[in-house]
């Protein structure tokens, strides 16, 4: 069981920015593929971004390419998402998932991955 606990959120202004960080229990976390996804209040669950195990391949929402950029650190067991430019339709829970699988890819699909994270709030005041 693969353990995942994210932290970083907060209130901030449009045009902030913020830091989530993950923190994964998993064994082998540098082969696995690590995702954000967001879930807005009425809204379903959509997929953020995602990285490799290698932290090499990179993958992003139309949304927040440019604005938004994911990187781990193998060493640390931690996945992370920095948020620049922050609008108030980024405001959302975000959760952070890990597929199980070696050597996946950036998955976008949720139904790939197979832990998540209890999430944490953003939200962006305008």
């Known amino acids: 069981q693969v353990q995942l606990v994210e932290s970083g959120g907060g209130l901030v202004q449009a045009g902030g920015s913020l830091r989530l960080s993950c923190v994964a229990s998993s064994r082998t976390f540098s082969v696995n593929a690590m995702g954000w996804f967001r879930q807005a209040p009425g809204k379903e669950l959509e997929f953020v971004s995602a990285?490799?195990?290698?932290?090499?391949?990179?993958r992003y929402a139309d949304s927040v390419t440019g604005r938004f950029t994911i990187s781990r650190d193998n060493a640390k067991n931690t996945v992370y998402l920095q948020m620049n430019s922050l609008k108030p339709e980024d405001t959302a829970v975000y959760y952070c998932a890990a597929d199980s699988a070696i050597y996946s890819g950036t998955p976008v699909d949720q139904n790939e991955y197979d832990y998540w994270g209890q999430g944490t709030q953003v939200t962006v005041s305008s």
């Open positions: 990285i490799n195990g290698g932290g090499i391949v990179e």
